[in-house]
Structure formats: structure tokens, C-alpha cells
């Protein structure tokens, strides 16, 4: 016999003191009965009403053992296999503003997401990041709300400027443990420019989770300004900020993770080692091992229990 919460145990530590209680009260209850009331007046004598306090303290001690999620014995069940989890994770930085890939890296990198997204078979989940990250979707199976809520984001949408991709892969880590059974993977979609300082942690964790992390690099080596509404992006000393595609960070968090790196994978079909192809994709079964809960018993029996205490107290002054 194991237990899936055995934490919820230490309450039978506390059943002596709970019964002690309750047969004091009871105590208490017959004397002031017995000293204001003859027994012809108080009606109806029931003897068995002393054992009460007993049986309510045993339903106190199964729920307690209930709560603690009894297990014994082993069933396999038959299940569906999937394709595992993907998460998203977007660059927003004003960098992604620039337009040196025939339009701006981020609409670049919203076409070459959609593209990922339509094409993945299990569910999805997407993140924008600056120097700091936020879930736009949790992970789920309806890809076209996913999409809907890409085509919202915008240059700046985080707020924080910068650019932390470390932060971005830990982020998705996060999101990836909702569903911690199923395999996932993070697709990094960036100029690369790393303002940050945790890749070193991202990549420890993300290699201990057996999570692959692969990156897309937007934009190139030459470099671009930035527009914004009135001209150019310029730093404070008035000076124009080029900003340039630097693959390094996204490389050292693919090679530590067994993932790949692309650059600019517009063509038809550049994405390829990406995406799953839906013709390929076939329902896969397999065999698992469940554990077998026991814990309808001892809520049985405190519920009956409970039950006879309630019968127990009839008689009451």
C-alpha cells in the first residue's frame, strides 16, 4: 500500500486529541442533561449515544487515510500516443522592428511561426519576451486561436526593453510543466541580440528537463535601423542604433539541448526539420501502467461512519 498524499497522514496523529475532545463534550453534555431534566422529560433515552464520539473519531481517521490517496496493485490501460508539445517563444524586443528581411523581423517571424504552429499535431503554447516574459497561450490543442493571437502582437508588447533569451527558454520550461508527462520542445524566434544574463541557467535546466531548444534567427549580419515614428531609433547621445542578427546565444542553447538553429527559413521548405508533416502522422498506442486507487474504502467507511453518528444522536437534550 502506498499513498499519493501522504502528507494528509499526519492527521492521525491528531484523532486521540479530536476523540478526546468529543467524549469530554459528550461527558459534559449528559451531566448538564441529567442535572436540569429528569430522564421521563428529556424523552426518548437512547444508551447507545456514548459510543458516538468513538464513531465519529474512527470517520475522522478513514477520511484522513482517504485523503491521502491510497494506491495498491497495478492496471494497464491502452492509450493514444502524440506528438509532443511545443512552445513558442517570441521575440519583441524593438530590434524585431527593423526591416532588413523585405519586411519587418517580427511580421518575418509571425509567418514562419503560423507555419510552425499549423503544421505541429500536439499542442501548442506561445510566449513573447523582451527582457522579461509573458504567456500569450497556455499549451493547447486549438491552433487557430493560437494564430489569432499571434497576429496581435506588436513591437514593444512586453513593455521591458531588451532582450533576454535565457529568460524566454526558463519561461517556457514553466509552461512546459503543466503538462509534464508529454515530451516538448521550445522554438526560439529572435534577432539574437542577448542582453541577458541566464542562458547558462536556461541551458542547465532545459538539458536536465530533456527539453530541446531550437532557434530561428530574423534578420542579418549587415544590420538595420529601427524605425520608429519619427525616423529613426537613436541611442542618447543621439546617435542612430543599428541593430544587428547574431546567431551565438541561440547556437550555444541548440547545441546544448540537441536542437538546430535556421536562419531566415522563408522558402517553401526550410521549416522542414521543424515541422511535422501531417500525412506522416499516424495515431500511436501504447501500454501503461496505472496505479490502482484505494481510497474509495476508507471514504465509504467514514461516510457510513458519519452517517451512524448522526443516527447516535438521537436523544440529544
Sequence with gaps: ???????????????PLILAVLVTRERHRFQLAR????ERIRGLANPARVVRPWVTGLAIAALAVALSGPYAGYTTVSVSGRESNRIIALD???????EDVGSSRLAGAKAIAKRLIANHQGRVGLIVFESSAEVVSPLTNDSEAVMALLETVQPGEVGVPGSDLGGAVLAGLKLAEADATQKADIVLLSDGEEQGSRVTDALRRARSKGVRVSGIVIGTATGSTIPVNDGVLRDESGEVITTYARREALDRLARGTGGIVLENPFSEHSLDMLMTRRADTTARQKDVRVPVDRYQWPLAFAFVAFFCASVLNRGAE
Design 92 to 98: 519583441v524586443s524593438n530590434s524585431m522592428a527593423a
Design 1 to 15: 500500500m502506498s499513498f499519493r498524499a501522504p502528507n494528509w497522514l499526519w492527521l492521525l496523529a491528531v484523532t
Design 35 to 38: 442535572r436540569f431534566a429528569s
